[in-house]
């Protein structure tokens, strides 16, 4: 049931409304009586449906009303079709209708159809009576009683087509002041934005050489050997970081058959699991637990073979380790005038997995069952235990003259006679804990 301030009216007991001049005054108070909060008018639904008493948040902010936590905050499910909506707050609101007056607690909806819905609570309090045929909702308040008449489907429509209109124009003009503020901060802030141009760049490949000033020349010669043109062979060294899989105690292990595929796809997947075979970075298995691989297509045209992981991420417990922040990076990196970038080559695949974890990464295919020795791509902790490699390998010059962020390292320097030296000490420490970089994928000396 729906009201507005000239559909409502109230006596002020049953006996004046029985006497004769009864209806005549009731007609008297009917004209003007309005719905209000703190003065503000404001529309108003009876819903008998409603286990709860609401208040739309549009009349908490624009009244500022002063709400406080809700003692048993839950999910609400009907009042419109974004989901779920949290329920945390409530508020008491001092309404008057003509001659009735109350104070009504309320939970914090954001609500359109109206700004405060009385539900059973409410209905309970006040021993309302409904009327069926005439849609007339009566009740008793301090000894005097009281009736709300419904609008009619006419006035509803209009009523809330106003309300809509209304709406849209309080967004169209917030949305104006939000653009102006914009525009007002681009005029009176200066914008700083970084800029790298790669005015020499180069591969670590002898025929690129000519191009490099001699200290990069001698430094590349120096180490050479982290630069390999083919990828590494054999097992990665074990560099005090591990990938570790736990899983969810008492979970049921996924057992997946292999994914369909055609005689050329087959043909491809035999070939890399034979290449990582032959690398020693998987082995047969005897796993109980497996998933499916696939091919995925690379830039260059070539096919990627990838393990479907979700099942076994499904039940893996879940680590938390920060991932760096790109505007603080960009902080980080101000005033610096020189750079460098290289691009770890395989990076995930440097990493071994924990002794004794190994079958719980296993993958089939129509011809085997295979476990990794090394770390995959699509496992869910997996970029979590890059970022730990990188930042204890690292550790010495990140916050200095290096930000890391996954398998691209850059150096920066703020001064032209630090980047050789730079350069040097991290190369120096990826020697130390051996990894590989791509030959491709290297910038020197970047304004």
């Known amino acids: 049931m729906i009201m507005r301030g000239h559909d409502i009216y109230s006596s002020q ?39 709860c008493n609401c208040c739309s948040t549009r009349l908490v902010e624009k009244l500022g009303l002063t709400t406080s936590p809700h003692p048993k905050p ?13 329920v945390d707050q409530q508020v008491k609101v001092k309404l008057s209708i003509g001659n009735y007056e109350d104070e009504v607690l309320c939970d914090v909806v954001p609500m359109e159809a109206c700004h405060i819905l009385l539900g059973r609570p409410w209905q309970f309090d006040k021993k309302t009576m409904h009327n069926g045929l005439t849609n007339e909702i009566t009740f008793t308040h301090k000894e005097k009683k009281f009736v709300l008449h419904p609008l009619s489907p006419q006035q509803v429509a209009e009523d809330q087509v106003q309300m809509k209109l209304k709406r849209d124009s309080e967004k169209r003009l917030l949305l104006k002041r939000r653009t102006l503020q914009k525009k007002t901060l681009l005029i009176q802030q200066s914008s700083c934005i970084l800029l790298c141009k ?44 591990e990938h570790q899989l736990d899983l969810v105690p008492g979970a049921s292990l996924p057992n997946r058959p292999a994914y369909r595929t055609n005689p050329q796809e087959t043909k491809e997947i035999e070939s890399q699991v034979q290449e990582l075979l032959e690398k020693g970075w998987v082995r047969k298995s005897l796993s109980p637990c497996a998933v499916p691989v696939l091919l995925v297509p690379k830039k260059d045209g070539k ?38 970038k290289v691009d770890l080559k395989s990076g995930y695949n440097q ?59 850059l150096i920066y320097s703020r001064s032209l006679s ?30």
């Not at 006497?19 to 108003?44: P, Y």
């Not at 970022?387 to 930000?403: A, E, P, Q, S, T």
Request: overall charge negative.
């Open 74 to 86: 839950y999910q609400l499910h009907w009042i419109n079709e974004d989901g779920d909506l949290a």
């Open 418 to 447: 630090d980047p050789i030296g730079h350069l040097s000490q991290v190369f120096n420490i990826l020697r130390k804990k051996p990894t590989f970089w791509k030959s491709r994928k290297i910038y020197f000396l970047c304004r």
């Open 351 to 409: 990493i071994r997995i924990k002794e004794g974890d190994e079958w719980k990464n296993a993958f089939k295919t129509k011809f085997g069952l295979y476990e990794w020795l090394v770390m995959p791509f699509g496992l869910t902790n997996a970029p979590n235990t890059f970022m730990r490699l990188m930042n204890h390998v690292l550790r010495d010059c990140i916050g200095k003259f290096v930000v890391v962020y996954f398998d691209d390292i």
């Open 13 to 51: 007991d049953e006996a004046t409304t029985s006497s004769s001049n009864s209806e005549e005054e009731a007609s008297e108070q009917e004209e003007g009586v309005e719905c209000k909060v703190l003065n503000s008018a404001c529309s108003l639904i009876v819903d008998s449906g409603s286990w």
């Open 198 to 241: 790669g005015t020499l760049s180069c591969t670590a490949t002898s025929s690129g050489h000519e191009i490099l000033p001699k200290g990069v020349k001698t430094l590349l010669k120096e180490f050479d050997d982290l630069f390999p043109p083919e990828g590494p062979m054999g097992l990665p060294p074990s560099r005090g970081i």
């Open 303 to 340: 096919w990627r073979m990838c393990c479907d992981s979700r099942a076994i991420n499904n039940i893996t417990v879940k680590y938390r380790h920060p991932i760096p922040r790109l505007d603080d990076m960009l902080d980080e990196l101000h005033g610096a005038i020189i750079f460098s």
